[in-house]
């Protein structure tokens, strides 16, 4: 059985870190363990573009070459969006919003949906897709999410 981590904007701003920052550093040896261990990890487009957007306003070069580095090492591991997975988050950000779920202001673009979607668009059972992040509360109510801290390699 093969694992496919989904990484979200948390771990994913780690790996951009230069080295020497401990929580980088542990962030980025988990990812390598948990390749080692034969999970797949994915960047889904969202989660590139929250981190790249800030790395760009921070005018923060090296980190925008760490963070293609990475997305682009491993062919597939960078995820577009794709139409499928846009229409599925518009549906998740429907139905949440009709039982009364907020995940962002109803005019914002609402990336915790749209990276829930990417992750189900993969068509993976639930017991072999998980969600790395810093924050499980919205992306839990539509995939299973935890910690990266509290993800086994």
């Not at 994915?42 to 573009?49: F, G, I, K, Q, S």
């Not at 990475?70 to 518009?90: E, I």
């Not at 995940?103 to 897709?129: C, F, M, N, R």
Request: aromatic share 6%; proline share 6%; hydrophobic share 45%.
């Amino acid at each position: 059985m093969s694992r496919t981590i989904v990484l979200d904007t948390g771990p994913l701003g780690l790996v951009t870190k230069h080295r020497g920052i401990p929580e980088a550093e542990a962030c980025r040896q988990w990812i390598a363990d948990c390749i080692h261990h034969g999970s797949s990890v994915l960047v889904p487009a969202l989660a590139y573009y929250e981190v790249c957007r800030e790395l760009e306003r921070m005018n923060n070069r090296m980190g925008i070459l760490r963070l293609d580095g990475f997305c682009g090492a491993v062919p597939g591991r960078y995820l577009p969006l794709s139409d499928t997975a846009l229409r599925l988050g518009c549906r998740l950000w429907a139905q949440a919003r009709n039982a009364g779920m907020t995940t962002a202001d109803p005019k914002e673009l609402d990336a915790d949906v749209l990276i829930a979607a990417q992750a189900l668009d993969l068509g993976l059972p639930a017991s072999d897709l998980i969600i790395a992040t810093t924050n499980v509360g919205h992306l839990s109510r539509f995939v299973t999410a935890d910690l990266w801290t509290n993800i086994p390699p």
